[in-house]
């Protein structure tokens, strides 16, 4: 059973800075790409970042791209997200996701799609004020 568990969310003046983590556990984490979306009030859920299984790539929303940054220690069975000059549109909870799949050594395999995902943790909660 995989498990991915996120923590590091909370409230920040903007231009400020957080750090999310998210742990996993149930299967060999280095394996497999992993991905962060986030989800605010009243919106679909987005895509903000993802890494492959080694953590030699990442892509990233427009949105999001230079002021944020995903990472992994595969030794943790973590991933990563360093956000750095938030802004109140920032503001959502944020969930990190792996895909069933492994990409069989595969680098550039980048999903940015919610159904592209199989597991999801339960979410944390990042709130910037003005």
């Known amino acids: 059973q995989v498990q991915l568990v996120e923590s590091g969310g909370g409230l920040v003046q903007a231009g400020g800075s957080l750090r999310l983590s998210c742990a996993a556990s149930?299967?060999?984490?280095?394996?497999?790409?992993m991905g962060w979306f986030r989800q605010a009030p009243g919106k679909e859920r987005e895509f903000v970042a993802t890494?492959?299984?080694?953590?030699?790539?990442?892509y990233y929303a427009n949105s999001v791209k230079g002021r944020f940054t995903i990472s992994r220690d595969n030794a943790k069975n973590t991933v990563y997200l360093q956000m750095n000059s938030l802004k109140p549109e920032d503001t959502a909870v944020y969930y990190c996701?792996?895909?069933?799949?492994?990409?069989?050594?595969?680098?550039?395999?980048?999903?940015?799609?919610?159904?592209?995902?199989?597991?999801w943790g339960q979410g944390t909660q990042v709130t910037v004020s003005s």
């Open positions: 996701a792996t895909p069933k799949f492994a990409d069989h050594g595969l680098e550039n395999v980048f999903r940015t799609q919610v159904w592209q995902y199989d597991y």
């Open positions: 890494i492959s299984w080694s953590g030699s790539s990442t």
């Open positions: 149930g299967r060999t984490f280095s394996t497999y790409a």
